[in-house]
T-cell receptor
Framework: ETGVTQSPTHLIKTRGQQVTLRCSSQ?????VSWYQQALGQGPQFIFQ???????GRGNFPPRFSGLQFPNYSSELNVNALELDDSALYLC???????????FGPGTRLTVL | AQSVTQLDSQVPVFEEAPVELRCNYS??????LFWYVQYPNQGLQLLLK??????LVESINGFEAEFNKSQTSFHLRKPSVHISDTAEYFC?????????????FGKGTHLIIQP
């Protein structure tokens, strides 16, 4: 059984740029959730995708968007990067939106 | 809306001593409860969860947590810690009534094991 994987591991961008982060869900899982973890804080829910549609969203602006593909992998896109977007971005997969979520290792994004 | 409070940002403990990491939550609906552990430069690993049934839940590595509905708490305990338990521990809740509103996490407690 393959766990949740994320790419890239680290990323450095400048303010105003756009970034795409990727996530492959655990084998057998059809739901992907994305979280932002700022330094010294707990993760905050960005949004969730189920069967290629966004079905839940936290308190994040529209410049945070995503996709889910037929194989249930997912992308997180952030436009017009701001310094405060610097964080660890975590992806979690589950079987349905109500199942236990299993996390990937994260992508560390630094915005300069 | 839900919120999670982890009362201690850091807990230093000597090796082989017992430890308790405190977690309190606030919610207007019934919730599921989770503890996740994060080792340095890694993602989150599920430690244990309470969904229903017995209020005392255990993990395979000796941790346990007890759901106390009246006190809205889900404290994590271990009778004897090891150096390898040094990590950040996060308590989280989720609406048990369904929906796709994700997990709500506390700010975390850094468990520091001293030799």
């Amino acid at each position: 059984e393959t766990g949740v994987t994320q790419s890239p591991t680290h990323l450095i961008k400048t303010r105003g740029q756009q970034v795409t982060l990727r996530c492959s869900s655990q084998s057998g899982h059809n739901t992907v959730s994305w979280y932002q973890q700022a330094l010294g804080q707990g993760p905050q829910f960005i949004f969730q995708y189920y069967r290629e549609e966004e079905n839940g969203r936290g308190n994040f602006p529209p410049r945070f968007s995503g996709l889910q593909f037929p194989n249930y992998s997912s992308e997180l896109n952030v436009n017009a990067l701001e310094l405060d977007d610097s964080a660890l971005y975590l992806c979690a997969s589950s079987w349905g939106s109500e199942d236990t979520q299993y996390f990937g290792p994260g992508t560390r994004l630094t915005v300069l | 809306a839900q919120s999670v409070t982890q009362l201690d940002s850091q807990v230093p403990v000597f090796e082989e001593a017992p430890v308790e990491l405190r977690c309190n939550y606030s919610s207007s609906v019934s919730v599921y409860l989770f503890w996740y552990v994060q080792y340095p430069n890694q993602g989150l690993q599920l430690l244990l969860k309470y969904l229903s049934g017995s209020t005392l839940v255990e993990s395979i590595n000796g941790f346990e947590a007890e759901f106390n509905k009246s006190q809205t708490s889900f404290h994590l305990r271990k009778p004897s810690v090891h150096i390898s338990d040094t990590a950040e521990y996060f308590c989280a809740v989720r609406n048990s009534g369904g929906g796709a509103d994700g997990l709500t996490f506390g700010k975390g407690t850094h468990l520091i094991i001293q030799p």
